[in-house]
């Protein structure tokens, strides 16, 4: 019996965390970034690297498909890229209303949607075809959860990356294929080690992540979570 095989979109940080777990479970990995740096960290971890741009469609259909060809097909896929687009040299969040520009929102809210967007379609049309059970996970941030004073547009960018991905769960339950949003409600701890000045105390920890998107891999089809948040008891949590 062949090994389980899994994409990651995304494989600096939580991904390359996730690429190294799951490597080290004996699954066959596929890391998809755009630049060569990362592209040569995910071959230091053991997998194939994958040049690609997951805000493309059609690009992300052709990834997949690279992947199934190399590892024999797909059984889990992962967005952990930064969604990021245009300018944000501006506030933290995309600024309050009044003085948000509209750079401000493609950069903070029509980005992180349309990233999702080419990630989820792209996935479950090379997934429905494949025609076999398998786990889609996409990462977020807690503005998913809130909106907060100034950050509204993050918010709204977050607010369509979950409606996208709880439409997909739906779309793609009769299939087998399990869709799974993971909230991270934190900033992440970068693998080299915290930014000057900071405590990892409030920071969610990279390698504790890819245990959760290992669970949810994991999970079977009587048991499957939609979402999945994790906040590390020293960060302000709001149920």
Known sequence: MSSPSAVVF???????AVIELLVAEGWSVAGVARSQETLDGVKAAGALAIAGDVTDQADVRRILEEAAAAHGGVDLVLNAAAAYGGDRSGPFGGGPMAEAAPEAFDSWAAAPARSAFSFLSGSAAFLITQGRPATVVQVTGGSARRAMP???????GSFGVRALTNAAALELREYGIHVALLIVDAGIEPLAGA???????A??????LADAVFFLAEQGARGATHEL??????????P
């Open 195 to 201: 930014p000057a000045g900071r405590s990892t105390d």
């Open 150 to 156: 100034g950050r509204g547009l993050w918010a709204a």
């Open 10 to 16: 995304g494989a600096r940080n939580l991904g390359r």
């Open 203 to 208: 920071l969610a920890d990279p390698r504790k």
């Open 229 to 238: 948040q994790v906040t590390p008891l020293a960060e302000r949590w709001v």
